[in-house]
Structures are given as C-alpha cells and as structure tokens.
C-alpha cells in the first residue's frame, strides 16, 4: 500500500544529543512537511520542500534542520535537543492543489 | 502569516445530535480548507475539505460550508455516534497546499 513511513515511532534522546527523525513516502508526492505537535496541541508546521526547494517557516528554530535527499525521503535533524522539543513529529506529504497525507509520527522524548 | 482561529475547543453531544465547529481565518489569500480528525495517538486524517470557489460541501453525515467574505468555515456533522469522539482540527491554505492548523475541538460524543 502507497504511505509515508516514520522511523522511529518512538525516539529517546539525551539533552543536547543530536538526533534524527525519518520520513519516506511510496505516494510519489512532490511535496513534503515537517510538523511538530505537542500534547492537545495542533500540529505547527516546521518547514516543507517543494521538490527541492526548501521553505522554512519564520519561527522555526535554527536548532531544526531538514533534508530531502530525494523524492522519497525526507529527515529531520535535531542539533541539540532541549527538554521543550520533547513532541510528536509529523511527517506529511502532498502533491500541489490536493490533501495532505500525515504518517503515524515520531514521539521524541528528552531526557 | 495566516491565523486560524477555531471553537469551541471542547464539545460534548449526546449520541443522535448534531455538532457544528467554527473556524475563522485572517489571509483573504487562503483557498484551500481541510479538515481533520485526529484519534488519540494516531496521526490526523482528512475528512473533508473545500476550496474557496465553493459555498458548501457534504459528505454523508458531514457538511462543511465557507463564507468567503466573513472568512469563516464551520464543520458540521449530523446523527452523531461514539466513534465520532476524537479531536477535529481546522485548516487554511494557499495554492501551495501549505495550511495552519487552528487549536483543535474535542469532541466527545456520549452513548
């Protein structure tokens, strides 16, 4: 079946230890989003690329960084985590004009 | 940047009733508005969406209706069951398909 995959579903970091989050997609979707959502909370989006150009939304912190190798893959980098980035990471994709497709999410703890 | 504003935030309805949820949005831009819905730990799925050259959208039990020039779209669902219980978020986006969440309603539907 066509669907974003998040790997890991559940990610434990230390404090300050870099870490990154996994996303890939079989839709063939040419865009792909990074949310962050924290308990009864809704998601906020951290950034999305268009194909290959990225488009980082204006109050993401510089301590999040992305990269889509290709079509398929998309990853979050965390250069130093801190306990306020413990969430629920949705990745998400689309193709333009049409609905967006989340996957099950990461759930990043900090410790 | 867009502002999408959503309540109530919680709603409680007997099984049988009908729930109705408000959103209202700031970027007269927006074209594009999904909503979601958002099971305890699992990721948000679309349940209907409509676009800004259309008054009003229904499917079975849901409807969804826009009013361009108040910028305001509201969910509505008839006929109720416990499996409706979940969160319900709204949306608005531009041609890119890049959309803000609004806060979230819960939404407990009581046997």
């Known amino acids: 079946d066509a669907m974003v995959i998040q790997n890991p579903r559940y990610q434990v970091t230390q404090f300050g230890k870099p870490v990154t989050l996994s996303c890939s997609q079989t839709?063939?979707?040419?865009?792909m989003y990074w949310y962050q959502q924290k308990s009864s909370q809704a998601p906020k989006l951290l950034f999305h690329y268009y194909d290959k150009d990225f488009n980082n939304e204006a109050d993401t912190p510089d301590n999040f960084q992305s990269r889509r190798p290709n079509t398929s893959f998309c990853f979050l980098d965390i250069r130093s985590p801190g306990l306020g980035d413990a969430a629920m990471y949705l990745c998400?994709?689309?193709?333009?004009?049409?609905?967006?497709?989340f996957g099950p999410g990461t759930r990043l703890t900090v410790l | 940047g867009e502002n999408v504003e959503q309540h109530p935030s919680t709603l409680s309805v007997q099984e049988g009733d009908s729930a109705v949820i408000k959103c209202t949005y700031s970027d007269s831009a927006s074209n594009y508005f999904p909503w979601y819905k958002q099971e305890l730990g699992k990721r948000p799925q679309l349940i209907i969406d409509i676009r800004s050259n259309v008054g009003e959208k229904k499917d079975q039990r849901i409807a969804v209706t826009l009013n361009k020039t108040a910028k305001h779209f509201s969910l509505h669902i008839t006929e109720t069951q416990p499996e409706d219980s979940a969160v319900y978020f709204c949306?608005?986006?531009?041609?890119?398909?890049?959309?803000?969440f609004g806060s979230g309603t819960k939404l407990n539907v009581k046997p």
């Open positions: 839709l063939n979707h040419n865009v």
């Open positions: 998400a994709t689309s193709t333009v004009y049409n609905e967006q497709f």
């Open positions: 949306a608005a986006g531009d041609n890119f398909n890049k959309f803000y």
